[in-house]
């Protein structure tokens, strides 16, 4: 039983072809299929394992493409419901010259907001190892209430759970309320990452010291990680924490690193679930898991640069010279 089983949404980022400008100075778009939970099913699969994805998706020709790249990824499709009267979701992104992000989502509603519980594979989520799963999913109705349902599923049948919130602030109606649903769910999950940003959100404090970070520890919780970006990321389970530092790697495009990050985490986890409770182990998963997300970040795009097991090799083989202090 080794299959990662991961739940939310799957859509297109429409990415300006030039970098550094806004979305209005934009003079075309590329389309870059995304949606975390997906990314980390075709993370997993790429490298080796088995990864299925429940979502749904407009039954129009980029829900159809996006059906495929999973299918071409390996990625098992008999979680994906489409949906006649919705459209697959868009999001146009840039990152702007001054370092800030722009978002512009077309989601009302998008077929990813419309899954019900009745609509739910549950033989395939019972299967689940590991079941996976974001906050983007928990906004509205009644995609909400089949996120809940399928967690308590895979919780019954004994899948551990692994949540990685993907704080997308533009889509939630405020601050406060993204904060709380983000959390309604936190002591459910037997593993929690989340990103630096995500870090402050959640606690209110701009700082990644351990005392911060055990804000958002739970008794319940087998592992938590915050990602620092190039700088690698930080631990804690229930007998150690430490950090490991990440590969020095020709940064392009840091779009999908986290993706990669839990992909890879998560496939090492499948194999050898005793890597929660043993320190050396987990450091191994974890430097794996960062040579993974730094290879992302060598190529433009989320999927097109989610690393296969050739190519998390050749990071892993970049030793002394090229590592991080
Ligand atoms: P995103 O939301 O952009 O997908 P994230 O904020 O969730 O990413 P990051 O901290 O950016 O996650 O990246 C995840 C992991 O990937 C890091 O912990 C690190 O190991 C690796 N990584 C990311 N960026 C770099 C980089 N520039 N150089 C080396 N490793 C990196």
């Excluded at 979305?23 to 997906?38: I, N, Q, S, T, V």
């Excluded at 649903?181 to 010291?209: M, P």
């Excluded at 970040?297 to 010279?321: F, Q, Y």
Aim: aromatic letters at 8%.
């Amino acid at each position: 039983r080794e299959l990662v089983v991961s739940f939310g949404e799957m859509l297109i980022d429409f990415v300006p072809t030039v970098a550094g400008v806004s979305l209005a100075e934009a003079p075309a778009f590329l389309k870059a299929p995304g949606g975390a939970p997906a990314n980390v099913a075709i993370a997993v699969s790429r490298l080796g394992g088995g990864a299925a994805f429940v979502g749904k998706l407009g039954d129009d020709e980029f829900g159809r493409m996006l059906a495929a790249i999973l299918r071409d990824n390996g990625v098992g499709g008999g979680g994906v419901v489409f949906d006649a009267g919705a459209r697959t979701a868009l999001a146009f992104v840039t990152l702007r010259a001054d370092g800030e992000r722009e978002f512009m989502f077309y989601r009302n509603p998008s077929a990813d907001m419309l899954l019900t519980a009745d609509e739910l594979n549950v033989d395939l989520i019972k299967r689940a190892a590991v079941f996976h799963y974001g906050s983007i999913s928990l906004i509205a109705e009644p995609c909400r209430t089949a996120h809940l349902r399928a967690m308590e599923i895979a919780k019954e049948a004994g899948a551990l759970l692994s949540y990685d919130p993907n704080l997308r602030e533009a889509l939630w109606p405020s601050h406060e309320e993204a904060r709380t649903q983000i959390l309604s769910i936190w002591d459910q999950a037997d593993i929690v990452k989340v990103s630096e940003v995500e870090l402050e959100f959640l606690t209110g404090i701009d700082s990644v010291e351990d005392d911060v970070v055990m804000k958002l520890w739970r008794p319940t919780m087998k592992l938590l990680l915050v990602t620092l970006g190039d700088q690698g990321c930080k631990y804690y389970a229930r007998d150690f924490h430490g950090a490991v530092p990440s590969f020095k790697v020709q940064q392009v495009d840091t779009t999908g690193a986290g993706d990669a990050f839990v992909g890879a985490l998560l496939r090492r986890i499948v194999k050898d679930p005793s890597s929660l409770q043993d320190e050396k182990k987990l450091v191994e998963s974890i430097k794996f898991a960062n040579a993974c997300g730094a290879i992302t970040t060598t190529k433009k795009g989320a999927i097109p640069s989610l690393p296969t097991e050739a190519e998390k090799k050749r990071v892993l083989h970049l030793t002394c010279p090229f590592c991080l202090p």
